[in-house]
């Protein structure tokens, strides 16, 4: 890794030279290493068009073939000062003036181009094999609106060629499995930039699939032995000083609004709404464990520049549920909700999870009795049930540790989605407690478990595993009828079998329209429904049908009746 570092690190040095040759009045930002690549920042003057990233890719070849010594020098800060103004680099000055008198200042020289820089490099610039400039976007100087806005130029960089060729053969099935463009192209959902960045609109077919998931969601939580409850969107300013979240979450909660005198926020969290539910009376350890589960919307605030399509918005659903039981119970609990979410993410077609234990940081509220229990509860139930984890030592929130699922999608890559974590912090700012065995008052343990985290992001990720062609279940047109000709028994044929499947709960329409076959084949496999099924003279007069899967050529036939049977199959099993 810290080679791969060094080489794109290095390349984005290349690529700063080669825009210096092109652009001699360049001023330069900062150009690290990321993990996909490296990025440099430019102050230009103009802006890039594609071909000027080729005319920099030309020039960075020529820099790569002639081998430069990449040079480490060691300046003071008066000398580092005067180079940089002679080279009127006000960016790297104003970097150079934020690093402490007693650190070493460090350059890195190739050439003629020489730069701020902590490294680290390779030997020489002939090392550097294989390369591609991805894009320009805008950048903010430091990441603030106040700051010039600069161009950033995207790059990768990797040893060899068939690495990178490899790469870039991923980016472009990422691209097209995008959730935004599929969104778009399978009229699933908007975002209205006008009306509000970050606020998620479902389409009619997009909705459909949430409907779906929604109710899978909830009969399985009624199996699992939760009980759903609804809270409302808004609550007065002493709820969220007794949470702590004016104090550790404001700058993310959108401004108050006044009501008869009283401030009202928008919630960010649906926590604190389920906690008064909770104190609306006195419960008994006979009544634990409480399972209480909500489909709750919050909104928060999350800057412009990070918003992303339904991964990163600013209004959402959470998959949330709290479970409060007493020390007891804990362990069994943790193993039902270990199990719950395995379930679930294999019914929706991802089997490859990872899971991570967080354990206590340096700074935590509550007993530390009380975190060694949880953490042994944590810790047993994903050895008991043979679960492989990893251990991020320290890792836990300061209110509790906690379990993190992250699933692997087509790609192999990792989302975080699924959290098991407990609290200390709310049930003892919020005086939670439960009249023991003993007849006195206790305080008990608090869950917060979410299993998909909230239904926009999810909705995200499986378009892109599936890239728009959802499993049978889940497809919000599981077939499409299409005539080959619309004399009157062929439509009534059709009709009939429409009509059939519909009461049957089927999702499907019937493309009767006066057009070619061909056409409406096209228009079907575009719009990824799961099967056509195709009906002309030949198949109303022997009271059978032709099936296409979608993504597929082949066309096979069968009886209405198989295709029933076929179809519930397809429904029961889900993924």
């Given at each position: 890794?810290?080679?791969?570092?060094?080489?794109?690190?290095?390349?984005?040095?290349v690529m700063a030279q080669a825009v210096l040759r092109l652009y001699p009045n360049a001023k330069l930002g900062i150009g690290p290493s990321i993990e996909?690549?490296?990025?440099?920042?430019?102050?230009?003057?103009?802006?890039?068009?594609?071909?000027?990233?080729?005319?920099?890719?030309?020039?960075?070849?020529?820099?790569?073939?002639k081998r430069y010594p990449i040079e480490r020098v060691v300046y003071s800060k008066a000398e580092a000062t005067s180079l940089l103004k002679e080279q009127?680099?006000?960016?790297?000055?104003?970097?150079?003036?934020?690093?402490?008198?007693?650190?070493?200042?460090?350059?890195?020289?190739?050439?003629?181009?020489?730069?701020?820089?902590?490294?680290?490099?390779?030997?020489?610039?002939?090392?550097?094999?294989?390369?591609?400039?991805?894009?320009?976007?805008?950048?903010?100087?430091?990441?603030?609106?106040?700051?010039?806005?600069?161009?950033?130029?995207?790059?990768?960089?990797?040893?060899?060629?068939?690495?990178?060729?490899?790469?870039?053969?991923?980016?472009?099935?990422?691209?097209?499995?995008?959730?935004?463009?599929?969104?778009?192209?399978?009229?699933?959902?908007?975002?209205?930039?006008?009306?509000?960045?970050?606020?998620?609109?479902?389409?009619?077919?997009?909705?459909?699939?949430?409907?779906?998931?929604?109710?899978?969601?909830?009969?399985?939580?009624?199996?699992?032995?939760?009980?759903?409850?609804?809270?409302?969107?808004?609550?007065?300013?002493?709820?969220?000083?007794?949470?702590?979240?004016?104090?550790?979450?404001?700058?993310?909660?959108?401004?108050?609004?006044?009501?008869d005198g009283n401030e009202y926020f928008v919630k960010p969290m649906n926590c604190p709404f389920h906690i008064l539910i909770y104190k609306s009376k006195?419960?008994?350890?006979?009544?634990?464990?409480?399972?209480?589960?909500?489909?709750?919307?919050?909104?928060?605030?999350?800057?412009?520049?990070?918003?992303?399509?339904?991964?990163?918005?600013?209004?959402?659903?959470?998959?949330?549920?709290?479970?409060?039981?007493?020390?007891?119970?804990?362990?069994?609990?943790?193993?039902?909700?270990?199990?719950?979410?395995?379930?679930?993410?294999?019914?929706?077609?991802?089997?490859?999870?990872?899971?991570?234990?967080?354990?206590?940081?340096?700074?935590?509220?509550?007993?530390?009795?009380?975190?060694?229990?949880?953490?042994?509860?944590?810790?047993?139930?994903?050895?008991?049930?043979?679960?492989?984890?990893?251990?991020?030592?320290?890792?836990?929130?300061?209110?509790?540790?906690?379990?993190?699922?992250?699933?692997?999608?087509?790609?192999?890559?990792?989302?975080?989605?699924?959290?098991?974590?407990?609290?200390?912090?709310?049930?003892?700012?919020?005086?939670?407690?439960?009249?023991?065995?003993?007849?006195?008052?206790?305080?008990?343990?608090?869950?917060?478990?979410?299993?998909?985290?909230?239904?926009?992001?999810?909705?995200?990720?499986?378009?892109?595993?599936?890239?728009?062609?959802?499993?049978?279940?889940?497809?919000?047109?599981?077939?499409?009828?299409?005539?080959?000709?619309?004399?009157?028994?062929?439509?009534?044929?059709?009709?009939?079998?429409?009509?059939?499947?519909?009461?049957?709960?089927?999702?499907?329409?019937?493309?009767?329209?006066?057009?070619?076959?061909?056409?409406?084949?096209?228009?079907?496999?575009?719009?990824?429904?799961?099967?056509?099924?195709?009906?002309?003279?030949?198949?109303?007069?022997?009271?059978?049908?032709?099936?296409?899967?979608?993504?597929?050529?082949?066309?096979?036939?069968?009886?209405?009746?198989?295709?029933?049977?076929?179809?519930?199959?397809?429904?029961?099993?889900?993924?």
């Amino acid at each position: 890794m810290e080679n791969l570092e060094a080489l794109r690190h290095s390349t984005s040095h290349v690529m700063a030279q080669a825009v210096l040759r092109l652009y001699p009045n360049a001023k330069l930002g900062i150009g690290p290493s990321i993990e996909t690549g490296f990025y440099y920042d430019f102050d230009l003057g103009k802006t890039l068009a594609p071909e000027d990233l080729k005319r920099i890719e030309k020039e960075m070849i020529n820099i790569i073939k002639k081998r430069y010594p990449i040079e480490r020098v060691v300046y003071s800060k008066a000398e580092a000062t005067s180079l940089l103004k002679e080279q009127k680099q006000n960016y790297k000055l104003e970097l150079l003036e934020n690093i402490p008198e007693d650190e070493e200042i460090t350059f890195f020289k190739q050439d003629d181009f020489i730069d701020l820089c902590r490294g680290p490099h390779l030997e020489h610039t002939g090392k550097i094999k294989a390369f591609k400039l991805q894009k320009t976007s805008g950048a903010y100087w430091k990441g603030s609106e106040k700051n010039p806005m600069l161009q950033r130029i995207y790059g990768t960089a990797f040893p060899t060629k068939e690495e990178l060729k490899d790469y870039l053969s991923f980016l472009e099935e990422a691209e097209r499995r995008d959730h935004r463009k599929l969104g778009k192209e399978l009229d699933l959902f908007s975002i209205q930039e006008k009306s509000g960045p970050g606020l998620v609109y479902w389409h009619p077919k997009g909705a459909r699939i949430r409907h779906i998931l929604e109710t899978f969601w909830k009969e399985e939580h009624f199996k699992n032995g939760y009980d759903l409850i609804n809270t409302p969107h808004i609550g007065q300013r002493w709820l969220w000083d007794t949470s702590g979240h004016l104090d550790f979450y404001n700058e993310n909660m959108f401004s108050p609004m006044d009501v008869d005198g009283n401030e009202y926020f928008v919630k960010p969290m649906n926590c604190p709404f389920h906690i008064l539910i909770y104190k609306s009376k006195m419960y008994s350890y006979r009544d634990l464990p409480l399972r209480w589960a909500e489909l709750g919307t919050v909104y928060r605030y999350e800057r412009s520049g990070v918003l992303h399509g339904l991964l990163r918005v600013r209004g959402f659903t959470q998959d949330d549920a709290h479970i409060v039981c007493t020390p007891e119970q804990v362990d069994t609990e943790i193993h039902k909700v270990i199990e719950f979410s395995t379930f679930m993410w294999k019914t929706l077609g991802f089997s490859d999870l990872t899971f991570y234990l967080s354990t206590r940081p340096e700074k935590y509220v509550g007993e530390v009795s009380h975190w060694e229990h949880a953490e042994k509860a944590l810790r047993e139930a994903l050895e008991q049930q043979k679960i492989n984890y990893k251990i991020d030592e320290g890792g836990g929130a300061f209110y509790g540790p906690k379990i993190d699922i992250k699933i692997t999608d087509a790609l192999g890559r990792e989302w975080q989605m699924s959290t098991i974590q407990f609290d200390f912090n709310l049930p003892e700012r919020f005086d939670m407690t439960y009249i023991g065995a003993d007849g006195a008052k206790h305080r008990p343990f608090m869950i917060h478990r979410a299993l998909l985290g909230s239904l926009e992001r999810f909705f995200g990720v499986l378009i892109e595993h599936y890239a728009g062609r959802f499993p049978f279940w889940l497809a919000p047109v599981q077939y499409k009828v299409l005539l080959i000709n619309n004399n009157e028994k062929t439509v009534e044929y059709a009709k009939t079998l429409h009509n059939t499947l519909q009461i049957n709960s089927f999702r499907g329409i019937l493309d009767d329209r006066n057009e070619k076959l061909g056409l409406k084949i096209r228009e079907a496999q575009l719009e990824k429904v799961s099967y056509m099924i195709i009906i002309g003279d030949k198949e109303a007069e022997e009271n059978i049908i032709a099936i296409r899967k979608s993504g597929e050529k082949d066309t096979r036939q069968t009886t209405p009746v198989d295709l029933m049977q076929k179809f519930k199959k397809l429904d029961m099993e889900k993924a």
